[in-house]
């Protein structure tokens, strides 16, 4: 839990926001492999 206020501190006096929604998607993407328990390729198929 530290390391997430630590992260909201940096955002918040850096001014950085912008990185808040990179952030979240690549945490949301790593769950969803996570779930998945599978390879990647099924991913991958549907982006292409």
């Given amino acids: 839990m530290s390391f997430l206020l630590e992260l909201w501190a940096f955002l918040r006096i850096r001014k950085k926001f912008w990185l808040l929604p ?5 945490v949301l993407f790593g769950g969803l492999l996570l779930l998945a328990q599978t390879s990647v390729a099924p991913f991958v198929y549907t982006l292409f």
């Fill in 22 to 26: 990179i952030i979240v998607v690549l």
